[in-house]
């Protein structure tokens, strides 16, 4: 089993970019503990069932056509397989579209105290970069490990600190962890690694704009990071283009520039033991996670109250300071009605689940759920400002019109380490996640295969695939 106590000084330490460099190059997936495995396997299934559940968007198939155009005199690159679907495409461009796929539909992974979505950025890297490099099924799963080791870690430093000047840390983060999965599927030694992540932390960049201005740019900034870490990679590999070494930490560097933390010293990180992908999130809703709190309080009020839609005066939310971006957002759009408390939290109400049917152009446009959704409050609760980003609470109470209150407090999130989604509801949500794409029983089939770890290969996981689509 990998030293736990080595863990601990990864991002905490004077030199955190060779720290993490270290790791990512040596980590093995066998000598993790059965539960990390276990872990790490819930990231990858789900993960790659976002891929594939938001291949039917029309974002990913004009992306995809756009590529496929740009891909029209190269036929002898195109060897990488779309998980899901019937395209072929080279390395980078498969990586951009499974990103872009994965985080289209909002029911991607993250990790709260850095304000990230690994698996976004991470998966479709491991799947495009070891299908090409024809890595075994032990070296891609390490190679996961690794990538979410390096973007978690560097995002808890950021986070809020990016989030206050404007940049996202799934994007800026999330280039450093894609760089160091594709290194290691590469097998290239800590050092390439390490100049590898200075590559790819010169293409760190994302902004927050999409919330004030709208549009859908959030959903291809995983596939930015994703493209531009295996560019990095393949380029620390080559050895010419050389990555400055200690990017993180340094003058101008990652935590200077995107986090405002001008003299790094180790008592700056975190000290944590747990990976990165253990300390990570699987969602239950698809929508943004910083309402799910919400969704669960509201739920279960809704359930133990026997609350009618009808019966409801008024919705108050308690949240936390980074959640208000989210407090006052229509819903106009799916993209933007995913990301918006008082559309969802009206949603559960008079739906009593919160899942993809829910933000069908029927519903967007349903008056009765318009009407509920404008008597949604949100405001900065102490309590919840307090323990945020240790836990990631709500706190809800709905006013009914006879007068009568009812109060519910979550500290915890489904879906969060400490409040897990069981295996056989993870289980359905990638067969739903498979829905028009592979039946019931064969994408059950194919998740336990990859629990039992009976794939020898990326390529064998991923043709495995593609014959029972």
């Known amino acids: 089993m990998q030293d736990k106590i080595s863990r601990q000084s990864l991002i905490n330490s004077d030199r955190p970019t060779a720290s993490l460099a270290n790791f990512a190059s040596s980590v093995k997936f066998s000598g993790l503990s059965d539960d990390e495995r276990k872990q790490t396997t819930h990231h990858f299934l789900d993960t790659v069932g976002a891929c594939v559940a938001g291949l039917d968007q ?45 985080h289209a539909i909002e029911v991607d992974d993250g990790n709260r105290e850095g304000s990230i979505h690994p698996g976004a950025t991470v998966i479709p890297t491991a799947l495009a970069m070891g299908y090409y490099c024809d890595s075994d099924f032990e070296t891609l799963m390490a190679a996961v490990v690794a990538g979410y080791e390096v973007a978690v870690s560097v995002a808890e430093v950021l986070h809020p600190h990016a989030g206050k000047r404007g940049f996202q840390t799934t994007p800026v983060a999330g280039v450093l962890g894609a760089a160091a999965c594709a290194s290691r599927l590469l097998k290239l030694n800590p050092e390439q690694m390490e100049s590898a992540i200075g590559i790819a932390a010169s293409s760190s960049a994302g902004i927050f704009a999409y919330l004030t201005g709208g549009g859908n740019i959030k959903k291809l900034h995983p596939g930015h990071a994703a493209r531009e870490g295996i560019w990095a990679a393949l380029l620390a590999q080559q050895g010419v283009v050389q990555g400055p070494m200690g990017v993180l930490e340094s003058k101008a560097g990652i935590f200077q520039a995107f986090g405002g933390i001008e003299d790094w010293h180790h008592g700056n990180g975190a000290s944590r033991t747990e990976l990165a992908v253990v300390r990570s999130y699987l ?39 980074a959640a208000m971006p989210h407090a006052k957002l229509g819903w106009e759009s799916l993209n933007i009605a995913q990301l918006s408390f008082p559309f969802v939290m009206a949603v559960a109400m008079h739906k009593g689940n919160v899942n993809l049917s829910c933000f069908s152009s029927t519903a967007l446009c349903d008056p009765n759920i318009a009407q509920l959704a404008k008597k949604v ?3 900065i609760d102490d309590e919840c400002q307090l323990n945020y980003p240790l836990h990631g609470p709500a706190r809800v109470r709905i006013i009914l019109n006879n007068g009568t209150e009812h109060h519910q407090y979550i500290s915890e ?3 969060s380490p400490d409040m897990p989604i069981s295996d056989l509801k993870l289980i359905e949500k990638f ?39």
Request: glycine share 2%; charged share 20%.
């Open 283 to 321: 969602k239950p809703y698809p929508c943004c996670r910083h309402i799910h709190p919400a969704i669960d309080a509201a739920l279960e009020l809704r359930l133990r109250n026997d609350i009618t839609p009808d019966q409801i005066k008024c919705i108050e939310v308690g949240t936390y300071e």
């Open 377 to 379: 409050k949100v405001s």
């Open 413 to 415: 999130p489904l879906g």
């Open 58 to 102: 029309p974002i990913v198939k004009s992306i995809a056509q756009l590529l496929q155009d740009f891909d029209s005199n190269e036929k002898q690159n195109l060897a990488i397989p779309v998980v899901g679907s019937p395209w072929c495409t080279n390395v980078h461009s498969a990586a951009y579209l499974m990103a872009i796929s994965c």
């Open 431 to 469: 067969q739903t996640s498979m829905e028009n794409k592979l039946p019931a029983s064969k994408a059950a089939a194919w998740a336990t295969q990859l629990y039992q770890a009976k794939f020898k290969s990326a390529r064998t996981m991923i043709d495995a695939f593609t014959l029972v689509s």
